[in-house]
């Protein structure tokens, strides 16, 4: 299956039906009087979010979704039939956004959750809603209300806990390999990664989950490589797993070239906990891995952990401090939920 994280798409709600002119015929029944029905009410649009689904290419051959028109009322004083809710099923993590790509209009982050997006026109007047004392056999009956349409945008960004960042073969994609069941492929090229994975990552008794988007490159904010299109996934992330390559000459300036991007790109990303792995220290010795580990320490303030995706050195080190993080992101946005609860009426 193809990876596609962002489809435009065009919506429309259903119209309503129109009103019936219909006057009461029988026999014995000399002014029977107005008996036509009202409209039935338009479709409305309605996304659920499911879990069977991981990417939006489903959108890339269908981008049109109408919702059915109500039914014309009858005689008998009888209403159209409503139009059927049309049900658009999207993967957790989706956003809705404005044409212009301005505004998020719904963001849908949990499984089962549904939100009506259009609502369907309403259903015109049949005449007898038109009858009244001065008018006993009204001839008028009313259309139904168009439904509302509009183009927008479909974006997807994964729901992860922790995000995996690097320059081209850094090493994320073995690391996603090393600690779970994911499988993503793995070269000595540059932009082996072309799309982002997902793989599931057990601690003791927890589990969380990591991101592995493609790698950036210097420029990647105005489009250089794969460009930055792919930081959008890890902006749900608790925490940031930031590896450098310690087989490169120069690890302090491929750590400022990432955390560059990610203050051009902005989305809150360069303030993020991140955590600093010096990868590939199989292929170190010691004293240079000692003097590598000490470069980035003093180029990010911050204490630099060492690893190996392929021997497994350090790396459950790693996955401890991820975890420690991402226990207290929960634990955060677990206090924030239970406070907004407090103060709804």
């Known amino acids: 299956m193809k990876f596609l994280d962002e489809a435009k798409v065009f919506l429309k709600s259903g119209d309503g039906g129109n009103g019936c002119v219909s006057f009461r ?25 499911v879990d069977s689904l991981n990417t939006l290419i489903d959108f890339r051959y269908h981008q049109h979704f109408k919702a059915k028109r109500g039914e014309g009322g009858k005689g008998k004083n009888m209403t159209g039939a409503a139009g059927k809710t049309l049900v658009i099923k999207v993967p957790v993590g989706t956003q809705v956004l404005s044409e212009d790509k301005e505004a998020v209009l719904a963001d849908l982050t949990e499984v089962g959750q549904r939100i009506v997006f259009l609502k369907g026109g309403d259903g015109g007047f049949g005449n007898t809603r038109f009858k009244s004392s001065t008018n006993q056999a009204p001839r008028r009956a009313d259309p139904g209300w168009p439904g509302e349409e509009m183009w927008v945008w479909l974006r997807l960004k994964l729901i992860a806990d922790a995000g ?94 990432i955390r560059g991007e990610l203050a051009a790109y902005g989305g809150g990303l360069a303030e993020k906990t991140e955590v600093i792995g010096l990868n590939k220290i199989d292929a170190l010795d010691a004293e240079a891995r000692k003097a590598k580990q000490a470069a980035l320490a003093a180029a990010s303030g911050a204490e630099v952990l060492c690893l190996s995706g392929v021997s497994g050195e350090g790396v459950e080190a790693v996955v401890a401090r991820l975890w420690r993080h991402i226990a207290a992101e929960r634990q955060r946005r677990k206090e924030a939920e239970a406070a907004e609860e407090s103060f709804r009426p």
């Open 25 to 49: 015929r029988e026999k014995f029944v000399e002014f029977g009087g107005p008996n036509g029905g009202d409209g039935g009410r338009g479709g409305d649009v309605v996304f659920e979010v």
């Open 164 to 257: 995996l960042l690097g320059l081209p073969n850094a090493g994320k994609s073995t690391f996603l390999a090393a600690v779970s069941r994911a499988r993503p492929k793995i070269g000595d090229y540059p932009f082996t990664t072309l799309h982002p994975n997902l793989g599931v990552v057990s601690y003791g008794e927890n589990e969380f989950i990591v991101a592995d988007i493609p790698g950036l490159i210097e420029g990647a904010h105005e489009g250089s490589g794969l460009g930055d299109r792919f930081l959008g996934h890890i902006e749900r992330c608790g925490a940031l797993l930031h590896l450098i390559d310690g087989t490169q000459d120069d690890v302090v300036g491929a750590y400022r070239t």
